[in-house]
């Protein structure tokens, strides 16, 4: 039978050890052994990963994939009825892009799958554990529950404990609670049941961090079972959305099913009626569906999302589901943690206080020509030291500091000031100490550096102040007085209206007893910290803003430390408000989505809270993204469009849940980002205008000829040619097209808005018909005009096959902007599509001169004026499309007028 016991915070530690059949020397190494084999592994499970069986059949769950297997399979079952069996090329060609775009779409997931892996593997951690009342070390997934573990600072807790001894504990939550100060913890003390995780202070929960103290605790839950484990299990109960190129690419299929069904349904009966054989009028209208259908769209589409991919893993976005990249292109709001995202996550000295210097900025003090002089200098120096040595800062081999955050940064502060952590802390030796507790807010050492004892006290300014009655001032020392205080004070007041963390410190130069230790002190100075912002973030949001975004910081810290952050980045802007996750408790969703839109900042919310919040946005047809690091943010990332973690401080589960990561945690990454996302649909766009344009010409072209003319137009292995090869290459060319100089510029596009949206349709129609105009002019005069004999049906099938080939390569250039002149850029930077055009035209002339090959297609060869008259014609698609453009800037000028 498995121990547990609900709600171990209100019951005492022995009562715990008992229901736990424990004892403080804890459990021999033979029921530990036992219990494990019950328990199982201290660790989460991982969500079951798809097969690459599974993964590769995903790839075939779309309607556009659906059609060609369709069209492959119908072509394919006639070949064989008619027995005509070189015609399964048409079928083999078709299955080839199939599986080629599956095979893109398994390989990118995996490699996606890999480089998170890499990121996230680290050695198992170990932990110290009381088993025979010996203190071992074992890997965290051998605990079990009714073990004792011991906690000391830089650990991180390995599963849920019962606190059951504390020294000057504290640990920091901020990944289950979102609480970025390290806690105080009180084995001793007892909780309320309706007490939230915050504030069980005699309960150590998996995944915080001992950045101070000691302590020991009993395991009262592992696994699955712990905090972390039960908001793991959350996520299984969300699905994946669709992403809005996913919608719109199904809307398009399903049009194209139409479309198709319609036009072979029309072709089939007017052939019929005219007196074709069934069986041939069925075969044109296999033809004119193979005409209509683009068969390179997914795979290019896949491609160009795959090359994103690889783009946005050099500007450290590692993305975990590839059609994600293109959802951050329509991103709207931004939901961003503070911490680590916005913040450098490293407290940060920015200002101190002595009578001498008054307020100093930290950075200028530390320059020789700071303009102090030497008494007040050397009273400078005096507040830096003592700061550094009332500190219980660790320092590695490496060299790196370990311990309290904010006593850390007092540490790299004093060794920005020239001083030497290590060789101070040898010449001033710690004799002795009070530590600090939150009962008192004060800690204080007894330092003796040869013949010299002092001892430093620092803490809660407002406290420390009631013990001074002496102050440091120039280099000598007199009585405190009012006007002092009242100086004090006010600068304390500066200090923490700017959300820094202030502390003050005092020395004393006698009486060392314990009892007399914090009396009778003599103040020295005020020092104020915070996690800075990280430089590059009021850009960054700039653009944001620019770009018809709006990022929102939602955070565990106080309403005070979030607004000034908020407001030194661009978040909080003048009018816009800060709602507390109080206060989000109060109101009904429904109240809720109405005044969401007031506010820039949410503060001290809970792990709820944030979902909500996420829900809200959602409910107005926001495309939302949420950042996060922590457990507790996991089920928000999941609720989001676009779920972000991060590859530096985030949990596991944070990143399982995560749509994209950010390898270095930067805020400024998601803008990069977006940027890139934009791009990738704006190249897409292009992509599908220039294929489907193609797509229209072929099946106007194939019906012009088939209804009204009554001639034999292109071979189907003509049409899969033009659709697979000629057009596919320019097409992938245009997806790795630069982003154009004003992509941030404008505001996103709504996720429901069509791929035809604005003038993408028309422009597509338009210049199909275009195509249409020019390819059906050159078969005319094959045909009709020129003296070609009794070849003149292939030698006017073959000049239109290349001169559709042609037009292709020739238009791919027209669209590399959808707006400007072809010539308003530089002509030929896209190096991919001039590679592009030159593998189209060696293919076109090595298959159209060698007989053999061209005989498969049904063609012949061409003399050097059919030539002429076919490359001639098709590259007059350039002017035709020059002339659309300017008249629809000079249009849209007007209408601007």
Not at 413 to 431: F, P
Request: hydrophobic share 45%; net charge negative.
């Amino acid at each position: 039978m498995k121990l547990h016991m609900e709600q171990t915070f209100t019951k005492s530690a022995d009562d715990v050890i008992t229901a736990y059949q424990s004892s403080k020397n804890g459990l021999s190494h033979e029921t530990a052994k036992q219990r494990y084999e019950e328990y199982g592994k201290n660790e989460l499970e991982e969500g079951k990963r798809p097969s690459l069986i599974a993964r590769f059949f995903a790839q075939f769950a779309d309607m556009m994939i659906i059609v060609l297997l369709v069209a492959a399979i119908v072509s394919a079952v006639i070949s064989i009825v008619q027995g005509q069996y070189t015609e399964l090329i048409d079928s083999g060609l078709i299955l080839l892009i199939v599986i080629v775009n599956a095979v893109i779409g398994v390989s990118q997931e995996a490699k996606a799958e890999t480089a998170l892996d890499s990121l996230k593997s680290m050695n198992k951690p170990f932990c110290k554990v009381v088993r025979d009342g010996e203190v071992i070390h074992i890997p965290c997934e051998y605990l079990v529950p009714g073990d004792i573990v011991q906690l000391e600072a830089g650990d991180i807790v390995p599963a849920d404990l019962r606190l059951i001894s504390s020294t000057s504990l504290k640990i920091e939550e901020a990944a289950l609670t979102g609480e970025s100060v390290p806690v105080d913890k009180h084995a001793d003390l007892l909780c309320e049941s309706q007490s939230p995780i915050g504030d069980r202070v005699n309960m150590a929960y998996s995944s915080g961090i001992v950045s101070y103290g000691r302590g020991r605790g009993i395991v009262v839950d592992t696994a699955m079972d712990t905090e972390v484990g039960k908001i793991a299990r959350m996520l299984s109960a969300q699905d994946d959305g669709v992403t809005p190129l996913q919608r719109q690419l199904s809307k398009t299929a399903k049009l194209l099913s139409i479309v198709v069904l319609g036009i072979a349904a029309v072709i089939f009966l007017a052939s019929w009626i005219k007196g074709t054989n069934m069986l041939d009028a069925f075969m044109t209208s296999v033809a004119i569906a193979v005409a209509a259908i683009p068969e390179g769209l997914p795979a290019v589409v896949t491609i160009v999302l795959a090359i994103g991919v690889q783009r946005m893993s050099k500007r450290n976005a590692i993305i975990r589901n590839l059609p994600a990249v293109e959802t951050l292109g329509c991103c709207e709001i931004i939901c961003s943690d503070k911490t680590g995202t916005l913040t450098l996550n490293q407290m940060t000295v920015k200002q101190l206080y002595t009578v001498s210097n008054d307020m100093v900025v930290a950075d200028n003090a530390t320059q020789p020509d700071c303009g102090m002089t030497d008494d007040a200098r050397n009273d400078f120096r005096l507040l830096v030291r003592a700061m550094a040595l009332c500190n219980d800062t660790n320092m590695t081999q490496e060299g790196k500091f370990t311990g309290d955050p904010t006593e850390t940064a007092l540490v790299y502060y004093a060794e920005k000031c020239g001083m030497q952590y290590a060789q101070l802390c040898d010449n001033w030796k710690r004799i002795d100490e009070i530590p600090f507790d939150s009962i008192r807010k004060l800690m204080t050492t007894v330092n003796c550096n040869g013949q010299d004892k002092l001892s430093y006290t620092k803490g809660a300014p407002d406290i420390l102040l009631r013990k001074c009655t002496r102050i440091l001032d120039n280099g000598k020392i007199r009585l405190i007085t009012d006007l002092d205080i009242n100086k004090i004070e006010d600068a304390n007041y500066n200090m923490a209206t700017n959300a820094l963390r202030v502390l003050g410190v005092a020395i004393k130069q006698d009486g060392f007893a314990q009892s007399q230790l914090e009396q009778d002190l003599i103040f020295v100075g005020l020092v104020g910290m915070i996690d800075p912002p990280r430089p590059e973030v009021k850009d960054a949001v700039a653009v944001c803003k620019n770009a018809g975004m709006r990022p929102i910081m939602i955070t565990g810290d106080h309403i005070v430390t979030a607004s000034a952050i908020a407001r030194e980045v661009g978040i909080l802007e003048e009018g816009q408000k800060v709602m507390l996750g109080a206060d989000i408790d109060k109101l009904s969703d429904e109240e809720f989505s109405v005044c969401i839109t007031e506010y820039s900042v949410f503060a001290r919310v809970s792990p709820e809270n944030k979902v909500r919040i996420v829900k809200a946005y959602r409910s107005l047809d926001c495309v939302v993204a949420m950042t996060g690091d922590g457990v507790n943010d996991a089920p928000s990332i999941k609720e989001a469009d676009i779920g972000i973690g991060m590859g530096i401080t985030g949990t596991d589960v944070s990143k399982g849940a995560s749509d994209m990561v950010l390898a270095d945690d930067n805020f400024a990454t998601i803008i990069g980002a977006v940027e890139e996302g934009r791009k990738i649909y704006s190249n897409i766009k292009k992509a599908i205008q220039y294929l489907l344009s193609a797509n229209i010409a072929e099946v106007l072209c194939l019906f012009i000829a088939t209804i009204f003319i009554g001639k034999d137009f292109l071979s189907p292995v003509m049409i899969l040619w033009i659709n697979l090869v000629t057009d596919s290459l320019p097409a992938l060319a245009l997806g790795m097209e630069e982003a154009e100089h004003d992509v941030m510029n404008y505001p996103p596009r709504k996720t429901r808005s069509s791929l035809f949206a604005g003038k993408t349709g028309r422009d597509t129609l338009i210049q199909g018909v275009m195509q249409t105009a020019l390819v059906m002019a050159v078969f005319c005069i094959g045909e009709y005009v020129l003296d070609t004999g009794s070849q003149h049906e292939s030698i006017a099938m073959t000049m239109a096959f290349v001169s559709l080939c042609f037009i292709q390569l020739f238009h791919a250039y027209n669209l590399r902007s959808q707006r400007n002149s072809l010539f308003s850029n530089k002509l030929f930077n896209n190096r991919t599509l001039n590679l592009s055009f030159i593998i189209g035209t060696v293919l076109v002339v090595t298959v159209t001169l060698i007989p053999a090959v061209i005989n498969i297609f049904d063609g012949t060869t061409l003399t050097l004026t059919q030539w002429a008259i076919s490359v001639g014609m098709s590259l007059l698609i350039i002017p035709l499309v020059e002339l659309q453009k300017a008249i629809e800037r000079c249009a849209y000028k007007r209408s601007r007028r």
